[in-house]
């Protein structure tokens, strides 16, 4: 699977475990996914150019580094994407961000489209999808259906953890989109929940069950 990355960083696997854990409440659940999506993002973005500039310190002229080549733009689903959001913007706080609203449908499994605002430039733009959950890989491939829709062509999805079945609909989909994560779990469930996963993360983020 060469457009999928896994990571591998002895930070992110603790965290993930910690994720995982039935025991943990809201308030540690989001700030390790803000953890974990700032790590994720280091990593992802570990081979975007970077162009010489000339700084003055108190001391003297040097040179420097500046991110160079495509501006980013970060595209959260709602509602758990939010969270990851959160935590990159804050890393790259040049980064534009668009919304995409969408919900599984209990019965069917198929994502079902509420809300879209992109930046205008969007079609310029380098962007990154964020959800910390790939199960079926419908939600990801309606928002990256999305993107393209309005000219966007260079996309990544960021997800803590996928499934098999997910990351197999994305690359039939779209074998042009790279797709960066923590874990790939074993299997989907009769009712699509990630397995092991780490249940439902929209409820566990949000305390709305
Ligand atoms: C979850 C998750 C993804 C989607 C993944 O959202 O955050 O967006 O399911 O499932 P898929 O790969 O099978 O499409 P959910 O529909 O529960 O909405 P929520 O974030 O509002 O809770
Ligand atoms: N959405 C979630 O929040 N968790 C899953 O395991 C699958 C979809």
Redesign the pocket.
Known sequence: MPTVHVFDHPLIRHKLTILRDKRTGHKEFREITEELAALMAYEATRSHPVREIEVETPLAKTTGWSIAGQELAVIP?????LVMETAITRLIPTARVGHIG???DHDT?Q?VSYFVKLPADIAEREAMIL??????????VEAINTLKAHGCHNIKVMAIIS?PE?IKKVQEAHPDVEIYTAEVDSHLNDK?YIVPGLG????RLFG?K
Not at 77 to 81: C, E, F, M, Y
Not at 131 to 137: H, I, K, Q, R, V
Not at 200 to 203: C, F, V
């Open positions: 689903i709602l509602r758990a994407g969408m919900y599984r499994l994502p959800d910390p959950m790939l199960a079926t890989g419908g939600s990801t499934a997910g699509g439902d993360a929209g409820d709305t």
